[in-house]
């Protein structure tokens, strides 16, 4: 099966029409992003809680499609949710290293975060100077994993 198959099928099975889907593979050497455009009503059952479907797609189709994308990670991208999802874990960071430099006191985020989106928290802190006094750092295991930011050691 074709991946644009798959997803218009899936589509499909969730009440949206073949011509409300809009499909979009855009490839390189390292990954393979796959832009998919429903609805903005519809949007939700696709992307759900905190990314959770979207999540999970994306995995099913790294799974089903992994000996033609092998070697290259697999992004599933839904209304452009990745990019809105990154401007809001950037400015969360923002927010929260601004209060711990502030306030002196560390700062845990309260929710689950998947490693990509701990990846964007570390690499915004890292990257900008003003927060050069800060770090960020992983605790626990599994769903229980939080992310902190405190002032360096």
């Known amino acids: ?21 809009k499909i979009e593979l855009v490839e390189n050497d390292e990954k393979v992003e796959i832009k998919l455009d429903v609805p903005e009503e519809d949007s939700g059952i696709f ?20 000996d033609e994308f092998e070697g290259k990670r697999v992004i599933l991208n839904i209304n452009g949710y990745r990019e809105k999802r990154e401007e809001r874990l950037k400015d969360l960071t923002y927010s929260a290293a601004n209060s711990v430099l502030e306030t002196k006191e560390e700062y845990a985020f309260n929710s689950f975060l998947p490693a990509h989106e701990r990846y964007i928290i570390h690499s915004t802190l890292a990257e900008d100077k003003d927060f050069s006094a800060l770090e960020s750092v992983s605790e626990g295991i599994g769903r229980n994993r939080k992310l902190i930011i405190r002032l360096k050691k």
């Open 47 to 66: 992307i759900g809680y905190h990314g959770d479907s979207i999540d999970s797609i994306q995995r099913v189709l790294r799974i089903i499609f992994q």
């Open 1 to 21: 099966m074709e991946l644009n198959t798959f997803l218009t099928q899936l589509c499909e099975h969730c009440g949206l029409s073949e011509d409300q889907v």
